[in-house]
């Protein structure tokens, strides 16, 4: 995101409290003119609020992001992700700021009854990450409509590319097949890997950003996606190298597909990257993942305990 409007020609103040965003990134572009990293927390107001002023739009894409720790620590998710949110909004409307986007999840179709899934699919968050983006882009549209903000927000998925999050997090499965492929370690295929999903380039999901940013179209959401959806088992293949499988996890959806036809209809954008040629990136830039954790089954198991323990059973009956 930063580096498209560096190189569009606009001032970016870059705001990230590094809690699970990589320092390296963010100072990737100290001498490029124009740029200002400002390390706080999106709750602290009072700082944010000086780094708004004068600024003309804001891409919010802070948050924690990741399935598993919003399942064991859902008030640190609903803080940084629904709290987060109103104080960037309250910042932006102090400053005056005239344009508002944000970056919202599509993981809050849950598991969808329709395929491509359009904005209009039910609601169904199926763990805290998910419920915290969406109840966020309620507050962003809120904002709109009660104070009169130029609010616009855009469903991302299975958004993948250089420089993402490499935190100890077990989470996307580009990250965990990269690091294994760099270790020399058999690809973790969930299920029977035909399972598929949307794959979309990170230089798309910023170009839709950046699309819907300069779109006049106020109080809307539009989904993003590559416009196609692939099997994980094609993606380990494109990867290279030997496999190993593990258990299917509860709330997980067999296939994410997004419809993008609002998008593509109401703002002309369109995604550019094809999924071979985007894992070809990827893999030109696979050192980055150099240091993200190598997981193995057993670890995998370990760590999405939480996960089987409360997406796997059935919801209360209320009787004794
Ligand atoms: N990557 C995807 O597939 C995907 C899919 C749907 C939605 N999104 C949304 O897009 C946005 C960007 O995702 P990403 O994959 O680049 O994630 P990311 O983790 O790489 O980036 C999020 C950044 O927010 C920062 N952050 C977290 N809490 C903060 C706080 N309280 N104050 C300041 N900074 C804070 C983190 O340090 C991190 O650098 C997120 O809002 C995410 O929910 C991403």
């Known amino acids: 995101m930063v580096e498209s409007l560096l190189d569009d020609g606009w001032t970016v103040r870059c705001v990230d409290n590094l809690s699970t965003g990589q320092r390296k990134n963010v100072e990737l572009f100290e001498n490029r003119p124009g740029y200002s990293f400002h390390r706080m927390d999106i709750n602290d107001l009072e700082a944010l609020l000086p780094v708004m002023r004068g600024a003309q739009c804001v891409f919010h894409l802070a948050a924690l992001a990741d399935i598993v720790p919003s399942i064991d620590n859902p008030l640190t998710y609903h803080r940084a992700n629904v709290d987060g949110t109103i104080c960037v909004l309250e910042a932006a409307r102090a400053a005056g700021v005239q344009r508002f986007v944000y970056a919202a999840s599509s993981s809050c179709y849950g598991i969808p009854d329709v395929y491509p899934t359009p904005e209009t699919a039910p609601i ?20 709109g409509k009660v104070y009169g903000m130029s609010v616009i927000s855009v469903r991302l998925l299975n958004v993948y590319g250089p420089r993402a999050r490499t935190t100890g997090t077990y989470g996307a499965v580009f990250g965990v097949f990269l690091a294994q492929k760099l270790a020399g370690k058999p690809l973790t295929i969930v299920g029977d890997g035909t399972q598929t999903r949307d794959f979309t380039y990170v230089t798309d999901a910023v170009s839709a950003l950046i699309a819907a940013a300069r779109s006049g179209i106020v109080g809307d959401v539009f989904n993003i996606g590559s416009g196609g959806t692939y099997p994980v088992k094609a993606l380990a293949e494109l990867i290279g190298g030997p496999m190993t499988y593990i258990p299917k996890r509860p709330g997980e959806p067999d296939c994410t597909f997004a419809d993008i036809r609002k998008i593509r209809e109401r703002i002309g954008w369109r995604p ?25 089954p057993e670890s995998i198991a370990d760590a999405t305990r939480s996960w089987f323990k409360y997406l796997g059973k059935e919801p209360a009956s209320g009787k004794p």
Do not use: C, N
């Open 272 to 296: 550019r990257i094809s999924f071979e040629d985007g894992v070809r990136m990827v893999l030109k830039h696979i050192e980055d993942w150099q240091d993200a954790p190598v997981w193995t």
């Open 124 to 143: 169904r968050a199926e763990y805290p990450y998910a419920l915290t983006k969406y109840v966020g882009e309620q507050y962003v549209l809120h904002w």
